[in-house]
């Protein structure tokens, strides 16, 4: 059964740091492009970050380029999402998802390009 767990979300001061972790199970996340996504209260779901599944390119939307950055361990079969400098419009349900498509060498940050989500994880970034 393919599974995505997300954990490490919290309460944390603005410009304090956070890490997420998305583990998989029932397959190997080595073989797809894997993003973050985040969904505040009233907005809709937005890609904040992915890494492709080959050469673990990276690509982050603008909004957190430069404080946010993926990674993947293979051996542990998951990805991370360390966060820094947090922001309270960083405060959102963050999501982590597998793309299993073949047909693209890099990863997007498009929701509809991702077949497997995991459950969220909350981060609230608040004083």
């Known amino acids: 059964q393919v599974q995505l767990v997300e954990s490490g979300g919290g309460l944390v001061q603005p410009g304090g740091s956070l890490r997420l972790s998305c583990a998989a199970s029932?397959?190997?996340?080595?073989?797809?492009?894997i993003g973050w996504f985040r969904q505040a209260p009233g907005k809709e779901r937005e890609g904040v970050s992915c890494?492709?599944?080959?050469?673990?390119?990276?690509y982050y939307a603008d909004s957190v380029k430069g404080r946010f950055t993926i990674s993947r361990d293979n051996a542990k079969n998951t990805v991370y999402l360390q966060m820094n400098s947090l922001k309270p419009e960083d405060t959102a349900v963050y999501y982590c998802?597998?793309?299993?498509?073949?047909?693209?060498?890099?990863?997007?940050?498009?929701?509809?390009?991702?077949?497997?989500w995991g459950q969220g994880t909350q981060v609230t970034v608040s004083s």
């Open positions: 998802a597998a793309d299993r498509s073949v047909l693209t060498s890099l990863c997007s940050i498009a929701t509809v390009t991702y077949d497997y």
């Open positions: 029932g397959f190997t996340l080595g073989g797809f492009h």
């Open positions: 890494i492709s599944r080959r050469h673990s390119t990276t």
